[in-house]
Structure formats: structure tokens, C-alpha cells
């Protein structure tokens, strides 16, 4: 009796580009669910602070644990690693985020900047329109106080 091993193929480009989208997807949720952003006051990056803030401890202790996963592991696993953590962490919000239509616009910024200056873009225009409407109703000479 013979038996046939089917080798299992590699899906190439497809196959990391599924990976690379469920990662990307399970750190936005991990980002988005518990507020880990990079912190803009930090030295470098913000990452340090931004963890010390979202974990509340001190920004010294947290900076001194990675200087010293800098010197026991060498400079190139932490350093990519601090590189990499301060590219997938979204930035802090310049102002607090007060309700659910504010935390949705600031992903969609994070996320697709684009969209969201054209939604800002559509906005405005529509502001000035109705400026101009009442610009023109108050200045045409049919208008009387």
C-alpha cells in the first residue's frame, strides 16, 4: 500500500498579506479598546510615556526597564522592537476625546487620513455655503431690517 504526502503549499504574497491584515487588525483593536497611544511629549517616539501613562506607573521606571532590555539584549531585538511599537501605536489626541462621534472621527484619522480631510473638506464647503446663502440673502435689496 502507498501512501501520498501531499506537501502543503505556501500561499506566498496572499498568504503574508492575510497575516499582515489580521495582525494589523488585532492591534488596532488592542489600540483602540484601551487607549494605548504614543505620548506627544515624549523623547523619543513617545512610546515610554505613552506606556507609563496608560499603565500608571513612572515614566523613569519604564524608561529604565527598556534602557536595560537595550543593554542585556542587545541594541537591534529592543531597538526594533521600540521602532515598530512607535509606528503601530497611534499618537495621542491633541485634545480629549469627549464622545463616541470624536473617538470615531479620531480613528478614522489614524487610520485613513485621507477620508477623514475629505469629510473635513465636505464640511467646511458646506459651512460656506450656507455663509455665502446668508451673505447673499443679507445684502440683496430686498432685505430690510
Known sequence: MRYHHKKRKYGGFR????HYRRFR???????????????RQGIFMGVCRGLAEH??????????????????TGFWPA????????????P?????????????FYQ?????RASAIQRLKRKFDNIDRRIQRMEHTVTSREFDF
Not at 489626541?93 to 473617538?103: G, S
Open 15 to 18: 498568504h503574508s498579506q492575510g
Open 25 to 39: 487588525e488585532r492591534m488596532n483593536i488592542l489600540t483602540a479598546t484601551n487607549g494605548i497611544y504614543r505620548s
Open 55 to 72: 499603565f500608571d506607573i513612572s515614566v523613569f521606571w519604564t524608561r529604565a526597564i527598556v534602557l536595560g532590555l537595550f543593554l542585556f
Open 79 to 90: 531597538g526594533v522592537l521600540y521602532i515598530v511599537a512607535g509606528l503601530l501605536l497611534k
Open 92 to 104: 495621542e489626541p491633541v485634545m480629549p476625546l469627549e464622545n463616541e462621534t470624536d473617538q470615531e
Open 108 to 112: 478614522s484619522y489614524t487610520t485613513s
